[in-house]
């Protein structure tokens, strides 16, 4: 669960399990519609509100592909490249590595990072990490 804070205009993410002692009240709240489309379009709760969405390329083999092309990652997800084997390149912006390292990490090996350079050594690190 995300709200914006009135005190002080900051975006706070809670997990519902966490949330103890809860007493209802009266007060009423309203969806601010910036937030809706923030969520609407972010992958994960690692979504960033204060920083630029940045684009992030990959390359999906064709043995998964027919899942990105029936349900796109995010709204931002566009093929950018049908390749002859069945495999695709697609784009999609994000505004936190996090939002789509654990993503690329499930469908491991069947995904590889395009760009940018950064989330692929990110994730080259990683797995050298658990291998060692």
Known sequence: ?????????????????????????????????????LLDESISIWFNENKEPYEVKLHIDKKIAKYFRRKPISKSQKILKNHEDGSIDIILFISHDMEII??????????????????????KRDIDMYLN
Do not use: G, Q
């Not at 709200?3 to 007493?23: G, H």
């Not at 990490?105 to 994730?123: A, H, L």
């Open 1 to 37: 669960m995300i709200a914006l804070d009135s005190r002080n205009d900051k975006l706070k993410k809670y997990y519902l399990k966490n949330i103890t002692d809860i007493k209802t009240t009266d007060e009423t709240f309203s969806t601010d519609k910036n937030l809706d489309k």
């Open 102 to 123: 654990p993503l690329i990490k499930y469908w491991i090996p069947y995904i590889k990072v395009i760009e940018p350079k950064s989330v692929r050594d990110t994730i």
